[in-house]
């Protein structure tokens, strides 16, 4: 099975600290993303990277940046977090299958607060 | 751009029987794939299952079927003799097909659609 790991469950930071969230995966995915859930607002796209070194932006990347050195590791960073980033953060992973997409696969979640 | 759109913000149903969610999506393109996903309550967002657009038959898995109306751009999911399990947050989700770039492998989700099974 397919196993997106995120390093923390729960995370709870202060304004205007910069914050790491990491996410790992096992199956060799070419594609990794990172997403934000809110309640009413479903989920909303970050940032995403189809290659190790290549990201591309999702649809809200204000105020977050994202790390991919590696294959298997896609780090989510806040520069200097804010209260309105506050919010549940779910990593996922998929392979870039030529011909047919592939369904992602999701971590457990982060949820962030920040103080 | 796409976009997806589910209504229902909550739906609730005896166990044992049946329920339909619904999803509409608005896009340009002529092939694409549709999801549904399951968020149950603190665990992990799982795929139920999946659709591709050139195909005119509704995907099927077990307890879970689509109803997949191409022209109207509707792709709602039944789930039948429900289950206490089922109780879960449901997402629809469009994907754009594969071309030699990366960039359209990411989904488009709808809002969700909270789903209560009662005993």
């Known amino acids: 099975d397919v196993k997106v790991t995120q390093s923390s469950r729960y995370l709870v930071k202060r304004t205007g600290e910069k914050v790491f969230l990491e996410c790992v995966q096992d199956?060799?995915?070419?594609?990794m993303f990172w997403y934000r859930q809110d309640p009413g607002l479903g989920l909303r796209l970050i940032y995403f990277?189809?290659?190790?070194?290549?990201?591309e932006k999702g649809d809200i990347p204000e105020g977050y940046s994202v790390s991919r050195e590696k294959k298997e590791r896609f780090s989510l960073i806040l520069e200097s977090a804010s209260t309105n980033q506050t919010s549940m953060y779910l990593c996922?992973?998929?392979?870039?299958?030529?011909?047919?997409?592939?369904?992602?696969?999701f971590g457990d979640g982060t949820r962030l607060s920040i103080l | 751009a796409q976009t997806v759109t589910q209504s229902q913000p909550e739906m609730s149903v005896q166990e044992a029987e049946t329920v339909t969610l619904s999803c509409t999506y608005d896009t340009s393109e002529s092939n694409y794939y549709l999801f549904w996903y399951k968020q149950p309550p603190s665990r992990q967002m799982i795929l139920v299952i999946r659709q591709e657009a050139y195909k005119q038959q509704n995907a099927t898995e077990n307890r879970f079927s689509v109803n997949f109306q191409k022209a109207a751009k509707s792709f709602s999911l039944k789930i039948s003799d429900s289950q206490l399990g089922d109780t879960a947050m449901y997402f629809c989700?469009?994907?754009?097909?594969?071309?030699?770039?990366?960039?359209?492998?990411?989904?488009?989700f709808g809002k969700g659609i909270t789903l209560s099974v009662r005993p």
């Open positions: 199956m060799d995915h070419e594609n």
């Open positions: 989700a469009f994907m754009k097909p594969y071309p030699p770039t990366g960039a359209n492998s990411k989904l488009t």
């Open positions: 990277s189809y290659d190790v070194k290549m990201k």
């Open positions: 996922a992973s998929g392979p870039f299958d030529r011909g047919f997409n592939q369904p992602q696969h």
